[in-house]
């Protein structure tokens, strides 16, 4: 036995006997060492190949293969089957014996039988009188023809057709400049078209939507009309089949002229729906003409937004369901915080937060913050983002501003805003003889039972209970969550039809989990079962939150059904539907039940108000593609939300009471005027944003402007964003609720630098962590 690799290395070759004082083992640390694998042996066929020496044997048709199997061939016998057929006619017409228009003279029935295998009709020139023969003869031939002729131009047509099919294909291509760019078909696509239309409403602005998929085109446009009725909707989406992967398709979607690209990640696993992201990313990046506009590319795996990032200059990877996970525990556990935070990025019909120029308001420049806020009639300033610097939450009123200095301002919309815009001067007029202040028409009243609706204790009281119902695929990023915002010595019990055991290996699979604040606790058992529901303490819960399975089903629509069908089994037995296995007590305050729901099929049949009764229904993949929009169209914005989702040094959202501003001897019976209150939270360089605790029928931070401005009284609660830390330890503590993370998120602008102080639990900087 001789090794060909000792060879390479200039060495001797070893024979049988010495080889086998070697294990392989040690033959692999000799090749590592210095012997290059991969080497052809010295007697291998390759090294005596003669590449220079022609190769005499040829590929050659077969007759058949060549007369059925080629379009030449298929041509070829269909003219040599019709050269039989008008000779055999003029040979039967030579053997009739002709007519008085034809004699059997071979020249006249060579013309008689083309006459009839063309054109069928020639037979109808015949007399009744004429022989059986000749009719017999003329019927045959002119059937045949007519046979010939349907062939003939039946193979013309499919060459005509396949030669326009490879122009269409070869030429076809959609012109537009200015369009937003949606590469992929997933659930999420119709969400990501719903928030281009709500925001380019928001914002004023027009939108041409183009999307390119490999997706059937026929199913894309039906789901399309099903979930946009509106035709003016219908007409500016544009589809074209094809692969995200090629660049010759984004070419023909005009992606190098979009104002914005979106990527959206596939329902294969995580990471390898990340590696198509990816490669979606290297073909836009290998284009001729590269695009210049953001290119915002879902990630499922967070580890992987920093190599999307670095693949091109102006793509940026997002991991969303991080902030959005953050939201819906917020939403269980603050609930006001919660649906402040869900309001401001879902770009539904309530208050947003908006970026613009100092022009754009028509303010001059070196004006200071309060005279901004002045001239901004219809909207609240909450931060100044200087040029290639994060946003700074609560500005001091004194601050200068800069002429390349932008605002962040909190409104209905941004036409109501823009001073160039003809409905904020519209509304200006309307609205300038009834009010009296700028800081009093953009803001509102949050309800009595938007503050109640869920956990009643705060953040830093202790003995919460939170009851999760399901086991979704990332738990332990929710239960992680969970610890950041829930009060120190709570429980969580978790229901799920997955083992205990399973559940161990799901919730280390990525870190070893250890929950600081709660005590975790595990139930088996079916999620949709009325009697395994009724086993848990519902009586007890502050909260009970329905997420969508992963170990039940792969299928997102099922995960909705069970979703659902859990959330009324819960309900029902709240309102005492089933009092023999399970009675409320009428006394207790009632937990907020909260339904995560998933796809847009069952997001349109929610539009029901019975059905929203019931509980509040979480739209995860609709929010995850809000966060999307924001971070293309305005990522300020996004990035200043983000801030405010996690430990900053810049501001807090935070439900402050009135306490911590006023003392008792301070407010009389009728309260404190709204322009007072926000006044005095500005000269202490807070903002005020809304009030709970006041009646009023309207919800959100946004209030009807022809309402009278609310008054503030010391039962009230306060929607602030407070700068200064001391405020949010001041008065009545045990009703504060103030953010408190313990994750990072990182901007998008800064991925090295860090605007804020805070470490992460792996004391890492938590700038580091895109999403941790």
Known sequence: IKLPFAHAAGLEWQNAAAMKRHTPQSLAASALAGMPFGIVDVKSKLHFAHHNVPNEQRSRYKPLDWLLGTLPGQFFCLFLFADCLVFLGAACWKLVGGNDDYDDTWWQSL???????????????????????????????????????LLFLGLIVDVVRKTLEHFRKKRSRIIANGHTVILGWTEKTLFVIEKLFSSADNLGAGVSIVILSEADEYQMRQDINLHFPSRPVQKAIRIRQGSPFECDELLRVSAFSANEIVILAGEDHPRLADLKTMRTVIALAALPRQPKCPIIAEVRVPETAIPVSSLCSVAEGIFARDAVRRILCLCALQPVLGDIFESLISWDESAEIYIKDLDELGIDHGSTVAEAQAFVEHGIIVAVRPKDRYSTLAPAPSRKLEPTDKLLVLAESATDIDARSWSARRLTKRFTTTTKHSNSCAVGLVPDDFHKAGVASSRYSSGQLIIIVGWPKDIDDVLTAIDGYIAVRSRVIVMASIGESDRAKELNKNRTFHARNFKLEHKVGNTTSIFALAELPLSEANAIMVLADGSFS????IRDSSCLATTMTIDALLNNRHEEIFRWTKSAQKPRVICEVLTAETERALRNDNLRRVAKFFYTDSLETALFI??????????????????NEYGDLAIVPTAAYYKENEIGPGGVPWEECFTKLREQEDILLGVVGSNTRCKGLHWDRRLPAPSINMASDLIVIARQKSTLIKGSGDRQQSLVSATAITPLEDRGGSPTASRSRTGRPASTWRAT
Do not use: H, I
Not at 554 to 557: A, G, H, I
């Open 111 to 149: 013309w008689f039988s083309w006459g009839m295998f063309f054109d069928p009709g020639t037979q109808m020139g015949f007399g009744a009188n004429e022989s059986w023969s000749v009719k017999a003869a003329a019927v045959v031939f002119s059937f045949l023809g007519f046979l010939f002729n």
């Open 554 to 557: 792969s299928d997102r629509r």
């Open 630 to 647: 924001l971070a293309a169209r305005q990522t300020p914005v996004y990035n200043c939300l983000l801030l405010m989702l996690q430990p």
